[in-house]
């Protein structure tokens, strides 16, 4: 017969540990009132790209999270906070590339096209209307006193 297993499952050794609990910096602080000009406060509650900290990770409880997030979006709105911070990473200077391997450096524009110059013209073996239009002879119109006459 096929051998049964059992359901019961084992559970880890750290899992009837608890984390400790993290104390929000309202707390601390004794912080009454989060007033949206006190940006160093505000400051505390955003991340290094000017995003707002979880609550998870700042400490704060729902109801603190809800008027810090309200104030960090008027102070944003006033211009004391950032919307996004840019953070720049250290590129590789262009000496740093890998060789090009056999490929040859690159000639110089007026080198690289020997078929024409900008001195000779290409033609074209078919004529185009306006190019015909253009090269035909204009000839002079005279008025006739009897086109002159009728219209005054």
Same mark, same amino acid.
């Given at each position: ?37 006190? +940006?160093?406060?505000? $400051? *505390?509650?955003?991340? #290094? @790209?000017?995003?707002?900290?979880? !609550? ?30 840019? +953070?720049?990473?250290? $590129? *590789?200077?262009?000496? #740093? @590339?890998?060789?090009?391997?056999? !490929? ?49």
């Amino acid at each position: 017969m096929a051998k049964t297993r059992s359901t019961r499952r084992v559970k880890p050794k750290d899992a009837n540990r608890r984390t400790k609990k993290k104390i929000s910096p309202l707390v601390t602080d004794k912080v009454e009132f989060v007033d949206y000009k006190d +940006v160093d406060l505000l $400051r *505390r509650f955003m991340s #290094d @790209r000017a995003k707002l900290k979880a !609550r998870r990770v700042s400490g704060n409880d729902s109801q603190q999270q809800r008027v810090v997030a309200r104030a960090v979006k008027n102070a944003r709105e006033m211009g004391l906070l950032p919307y996004a911070t840019k +953070v720049t990473t250290q $590129r *590789r200077s262009r000496g #740093d @590339r890998p060789d090009r391997g056999d !490929r040859p450096d690159r000639r110089p524009r007026e080198d690289r096209d020997e078929n024409t110059t900008s001195d000779e013209k290409v033609e074209s073996p078919v004529e185009t209307p306006i190019e015909a239009a253009v090269e035909a002879p204009v000839e002079a119109v005279t008025e006739t006193p009897e086109s002159t006459e009728g219209e005054s």
